[in-house]
């Protein structure tokens, strides 16, 4: 079953949430970051995953070197409706 994963927190390498978050992901599984996740520091360690961010918010996060596809809000319903559940982590 793959899951949207909605990270709204500011994740570094060290924390414990991201540990969760990576034993938790499965294979076809994608992260949206939005709010405080925008600023994350872990990008490089997920790029196994697909990688969201909104337009909305990109514009105050400094450019990173992974791929990160930036959605607007259509997109972002699109993908509540293609993936069978979500989990936030806050």
Request: hydrophobic letters at 40%.
């Amino acid at each position: 079953m793959a899951t949207l994963h909605l990270i709204s927190r500011n994740l570094s390498p060290s924390d414990e949430v991201l540990t969760h978050i990576q034993h938790s992901l499965s294979a076809n599984d994608a992260l949206l970051f939005l709010a405080e996740g925008i600023y994350s520091s872990c990008f490089h360690l997920l790029t196994n995953y697909k990688l969201y961010l909104l337009n909305s918010e990109s514009s105050f996060r400094p450019q990173v070197n992974t791929t990160i596809s930036h959605i607007d809000y259509a997109q972002f319903v699109q993908l509540g409706v293609d993936y069978e559940r979500s989990l936030s982590w806050a």
